[in-house]
């Protein structure tokens, strides 16, 4: 237990008279399963024990959220156009439907050319509210599927032909954010791990595992895991804790410090920058996501 955390318990029975109990975080998304994997990840890494593990600035706590303001208007506007494009298509009892010009945006451009008026603005606010509120399930916001990317695996089996470790995880993680095209933002939430395709994640385990004579992959860190007593798809930090010692990853405020790219390194020490670019801790989920896989090629 951190001396900060210690010194507060001492505190509390001090003033109080009672023995304050120490209980660990949950995740937010236990308490409140509305929220988003993205806000749940934030949220976790805000409350990280270690402050080293926690984002530094307001700036990268806010890229966990994706937070780019440049890009809210532009985004509302969009959404402005679907929704008013869809309601001409209602047929709604009592109301007349809207016409087309009033959708295009070149007339509202033409059409208001004065100063803003904190009114109008706000009453606008609160009726594009009330549509969304009311007309939600008759619209419909769904985008084309992403066209299925043809990853090139050469350069990924030249690093394990070479003994290369190092350069193939890097490889890795390279390969499963460009297949859901998470480059930028440099990690994946649960909703991407879903979208990688099973034989592209197939084909990433049976490399490690072919090039490690079975000691490294995502199926290894699996077994490993359920192994410890993991449940899959449930982050579990205990667990976490003993999977992080028995890789060889490094124990608390060392972890991570000394990763291994040899051959010689623990079972299940490989991937590693994968496995900890997913959600909160990747382990179990990915483990998940390989039994799907397995369940829908059976």
Not at 68 to 87: E, G, Y
Request: charged share 25%; with cysteine.
């Amino acid at each position: 237990m951190p001396k900060k955390a210690r010194f507060l318990l001492k505190l509390i029975f001090k003033l109080t008279g009672k023995q304050a109990e120490y209980d660990p975080l949950e995740e937010a998304k236990k308490i409140n399963k509305k929220i988003s994997d993205r806000v749940n990840y934030a949220i976790i890494k805000g409350m990280e024990i270690q402050p080293e593990d926690r984002p530094q600035t307001v700036q990268e706590w806010l890229t966990l959220l994706q937070l780019q303001p440049q890009s809210i208007m532009s985004q509302m506007s969009q959404v402005s156009q679907t929704i008013m494009s869809q309601m001409s298509t209602l047929n709604i009892p009592s109301v007349k439907p809207i016409s087309q010009k009033y959708i295009s945006q070149n007339y509202v451009k033409n059409s208001y050319t004065g100063e803003p008026n904190g009114l109008f603005m706000g009453i606008g606010v609160f009726i594009f509210v009330i549509v969304i509120y009311i007309f939600a399930p008759n619209f419909d916001f769904s985008t084309q599927e992403t066209k299925i990317k043809e990853i090139d695996y050469t350069a990924l089996e030249n690093f394990f032909k070479s003994d290369n470790f190092q350069e193939a995880d890097k490889e890795t993680l390279r390969i499963l954010l460009l297949l859901v095209e998470r480059e930028k933002q440099y990690w994946l939430d649960l909703e991407d791990l879903e979208n990688i395709p099973c034989k592209d994640l197939d084909k990433i385990n049976k490399l490690w595992i072919n090039y490690s004579n079975g000691k490294f992959g995502f199926r290894i860190q699996k077994q490993i895991w359920i192994e410890l007593g993991g449940k899959l798809e449930i982050y579990d930090v205990v667990i976490a804790d003993i999977f992080i010692k028995e890789v060889g990853w490094g124990e608390k405020n060392k972890r991570y410090k000394n990763i291994k790219y040899k051959i010689s390194a623990p079972y299940g020490h490989l991937p590693f920058r994968a496995t900890t670019h997913v959600h909160n801790f990747g382990v179990s989920y990915i483990a998940k996501k390989l039994e799907k896989c397995e369940s829908d090629n059976s």
